[in-house]
Structures are given as structure tokens and as C-alpha cells.
């Protein structure tokens, strides 16, 4: 699908979905459907393994100023009882979609803020340009970054870092943000984002689709339990029991022993996500 603000490219196995809103990307109630419909087409589709999420530079040097503020002061997703309704997949249609166990990256080239910073956070790797910061400036426009920045970043960065990024809306830029480890790579500019991230999702591509599935379904049921309770997971899906569907599914599929096969039989394997 491609919609007004959305291009898709299909270069199975890597799925390209790029924002081109402008002046600055903001995510409004239409945009963050088409968003989630969009990863939800990624998701559906067998033959595709790893999706890009990136968008065109633009002269304001903004990846996604997040939630479109003009659009909901008039009324365009408020909430019937209030707050606002971001969607399906939350906004920009990936934070909270909690089926969706392929690999995302994000490559970010530009300003990330609110909305569009905690789009990101639903990514599993984020690759961005020199000239990219994040930040949350929700505490200073009455309300909270609850589309993701409050329940993830306390997840991902150091306690004090990531209250202060909360209090104080500052900003982080891409070197420090790979200091703390939120970000994977930074890169000098958008030609060297789009080759390096398109290496990225090709070599993420050759891995067994049920191993990264099943690890990006552990990590959500898993990460945040004691180990013993990660372990007791783990003995239970072998033994077929527990919640984990597709780590049990993984463990009785062809790609399971296609690994050891093409290992011992020194050759490159070939997965099929069976």
C-alpha cells in the first residue's frame, strides 16, 4: 500500500516504509492508521523478513515532529472521554503493535521528537545521521509522552537519563544516544543512513525468520522477569507448555534443523520460516 504521506518499497525480503510528510512529518490520526496498516502488511506478508522505517530528508532537518498539535486542537483524534485516540499500533502504528515479531529498524536522519521519538522506540534497532536528536517535550504542553516514552525509555536508558529526558524535555543527540546504547550506529549523512541500514536488513534477512520471532516474542513476555522465571519460560516451551506459541513452533520446524544440517554439511542454510 501507498498512501498520500507513506511510500512503500518492496524489496522482499526488506520492506521500506518511508514518512514523506511535510514541512516535519507530524503524525495525525489518518497517518498514524496508515502507519499500522502499513507494518500490518509487512507482518502479514510470509516473504518479507526485516522493515526499514525512514523518512525523506527535508530542509527543516526533521525525521517526525510527532503528533500533528494542530490537528488535534481542532478536534481530529480526541478521545470520546477524552485523551486521544493514536490508533491501532499506537502512534505512527508500531508502538503497541504487540503481534508484530519481525525485525524493525529505524533509521532516523533529523530532529525526533514526542510522537516521533517514542515511534522509534517501538523499533528493535535504530541507525541514525549526525545531525539527529531526540527529545520529549510533552511535560512542557500539559501532558505526558504515554505513547511510549514513560513506559520504554526507563527501560532502555539509565534510570537518572531517562528522568531527566522526561523533567526536563532536553535533548539527546545521536553520539550520546549511542553512548547509552539506544542507538546502534551513527552514520555521517543520509547516503551513508540508507547503505548502511539497507546492509543491516539484508544481513538481518538470511537469519531463520521463527528465531527472530521467537526471540523478539520472548523478550516481550520475558525481558523484564527474573531470570529463573526467563529460564522456567524457556523449559516450558520445550516441553511444548507455556504461552510462547512461536518459540514452540520454532523448536518443531524444518528452519530448527536446517541449522545444524547446513553446518555440518558446510553450506550457507536455507530458511524458509517453516
Known sequence: ????????????????????????????????YDLYNAFKQFNEDDSLRVAILRAEPNPKNIFCA?????????????????????GPGGIGG??????????????????????????????????????????????YLGYL???????KLPRRLPHYVAMDMLLTGRRMNALEAKQWGLVREVVSDEAALLINVRALAE????AAPLAHKAIKEFIRFNGHKSVEQAHQASHEAWNG?????????????DDFDEGAKSFTEKRPPKFTGK
Do not use: C, R
Open 66 to 86: 510527532g503528533w500533528d498539535l494542530k490537528a488535534f486542537a481542532q478536534g481530529e483524534g480526541q478521545g470520546d472521554k477524552g485523551g486521544y485516540d493514536l
Open 145 to 151: 509522552a504515554d505513547g511510549g516514552g514513560i513506559q
Open 241 to 253: 507448555q507455556g504461552e510462547l506459541s512461536v518459540y514452540k513452533q520454532m523448536l518443531t520446524s
Open 1 to 32: 500500500m501507498n498512501s498520500e504521506f507513506i511510500q512503500i518499497i518492496n524489496n522482499s525480503p526488506v520492506f521500506e516504509i518511508v514518512l514523506n510528510k511535510p514541512p516535519a512529518n507530524a503524525i495525525d490520526h489518518g497517518l498514524s
Open 203 to 206: 544481513e538481518l534477512a538470511t
Open 94 to 139: 508500531l508502538p503497541e503493535f504487540w503481534d508484530l515479531y519481525k525485525p524493525v529498524i529505524a533509521a532516523v536522519n533529523g530532529v525526533t521528537a514526542g510522537g516521533g521519538f517514542e515511534m522509534v522506540l517501538g523499533a528493535d534497532l535504530i541507525v541514525a545521521t549526525e545531525n539527529t536528536e531526540f527529545f520529549l517535550p510533552e511535560a
